[in-house]
């Protein structure tokens, strides 16, 4: 890439921390997938997996506010490691109680948490090392976002995958012990490759705060920066709708009007590998799009022509060539969105901010999964998905309205020459310097 040059072992290390997100994505996913088989193979109802999987998501909203105040005070680095172990260890122990004195459904349950309790920070740590791993490995960062990001769309495409095969090989207890060493070996790689460069200091007065102050401080930033709350809210809404058309209106579609889940498993397969190449391909032009123009018209074809299709009841053919197009455009997404939030975030406030921004983003994703079922069993497909096309393409229009959607354009002045949130931009303030963080 023009202008910028980085070094072999940068580039090693950045590669480390990819691989070591994409292999613990990966455990989640074998998680997500062993646990309702293991309570339905020891009895369990389908209310008691119900349960198990509110214990496992539950931990992203929590986790996230409270475990990012520990990733700025630890260090990102050490949080991603420890993450990484405790969540192995507590997978870990699901199967070895399963086969000596027993797995009561409260034990499986609190382990469930305490798995996905440090997740969230772990990702978060690993999201806040990538701007020095990405300028020494030479590499602009919205194409390190990319990558993250398309590792972690890889790994919930092949974590699948992996699981069905062991479950079906193996059980759900044996796939455990797989997927507990998956966590192992990637704390191992962090801990290998992933060089401990100097994260920035607090100030004499941060180091004095609370954790209560500290997680308070991050909860102001996010409030008072204009363009967070903006991002926070449209994507809070648009999550819902996703998880109500993925987790409750589209299997009921398929297993009413597609003949079942192999019709369910080619959009999902389909969508997610668009998603994954246009993770990749966005990363390697995003410098040369205007951001808000792209974010908008792309945000509006990941969910508009998707859920137009289905109120139309339109032909598989179709809908695979539909949820293909908003699976590139919506590979476009977090590349931008992490690059205005590096740009905007002091470095030593990033944990905090992130975790945030993530659990706001995650807030409406279990009440979207509960409402998409209603609104079917109440008012049928082809309203429900209409309503949520024409909601979805409004919302994402927004960022086209200009005010302080302006800021989302480059920045040319450093995240952390100051703690409180930049001052509302006029317009595009021209290309980033080279000693910002990226």
């Known amino acids: 890439m023009s202008g910028m040059r980085g070094t072999r072992r940068g580039v090693g290390s950045l590669t480390a921390l990819l691989a070591a997100h994409a292999i613990s994505q990966t455990g989640n996913v074998v998680t997500a997938f062993a646990i309702p088989f293991y309570v339905l193979g020891t009895g369990g109802s389908g209310l008691e997996v119900g349960i198990a999987a509110f214990f496992a998501t539950a931990p992203v909203v929590i986790g996230g506010p409270l475990g990012g105040v520990v990733v700025d005070r630890v260090g990102h680095r050490r949080a991603s490691i420890v993450a990484d ?34 997740d969230t920070p772990g990702q978060t740590a690993r999201r806040v090392m990538l701007p020095a791993l990405t300028e020494r490995a030479g590499v602009r960062i919205e194409q390190s976002v990319g990558l993250l990001d398309g590792s972690d769309r890889l790994a919930r495409l092949i974590g699948a995958s992996i699981a069905g095969l062991l479950v079906a090989a193996v059980g759900p207890v044996a796939t455990l012990f797989v997927n507990a060493a998956t966590f192992a070996l990637s704390a191992l ?136 197009l908003a699976g590139l455009a919506a590979g476009s997404l977090n590349p931008i969105l992490g690059a205005v939030e590096f740009e905007r975030v002091p470095e030593r406030m990033r944990g905090r901010v992130f975790g945030l921004i993530n659990a706001g983003a995650w807030a409406g994703v279990p009440l979207g999964a509960l409402l998409g079922g209603i609104a079917v069993d109440t008012i049928g497909f082809s309203v429900t998905f209409g309503i949520v096309a024409v909601l979805y393409t409004l919302l994402t229009l927004t960022p086209l309205s200009g005010g302080t959607w302006r800021q989302m354009e480059r920045s040319s002045r450093p995240a952390d020459s100051a703690a409180e949130p930049p001052a509302p931009a006029r317009g595009p303030t021209g290309p980033r310097r080279r000693s910002a963080p990226r």
């Not at 172990?85 to 459904?105: E, Q, R």
């Open 85 to 118: 172990i405790v969540s192995g260890g507590a997978v870990l122990t699901m199967p070895v109680l399963a086969l000596t004195v027993g797995l009561p459904f409260w034990a499986l349950l609190a382990l469930v948490f305490t798995a996905g309790l440090l």
């Open 189 to 324: 790689l962090t801990w290998l490759f992933v060089p401990a460069y100097p994260e920035a200091p607090p100030d004499d007065a941060e180091e004095r705060t609370s954790y209560r102050a500290d997680l308070a401080a991050g909860f102001r930033f996010v409030v008072r920066d204009p363009l967070m709350r903006l991002i926070v809210g449209l994507v809070l809404v648009t999550n819902l709708f996703d998880a109500a058309r993925a987790s409750s209106m589209l299997p009921l579609y398929a297993n009413e009007r597609l003949g079942g889940a192999a019709a369910l498993g080619l959009l999902v397969a389909v969508m997610g590998g668009a998603a994954l190449i246009g993770n990749v391909a966005f990363g390697f032009v995003a410098h040369r799009v205007p951001r808000r123009v792209t974010f908008a018209v792309c945000f509006l074809l990941a969910g508009g022509p998707p859920n137009a299709a289905l109120a139309l009841d339109a032909p598989l053919p179709v809908l695979v060539a539909t949820v293909a």
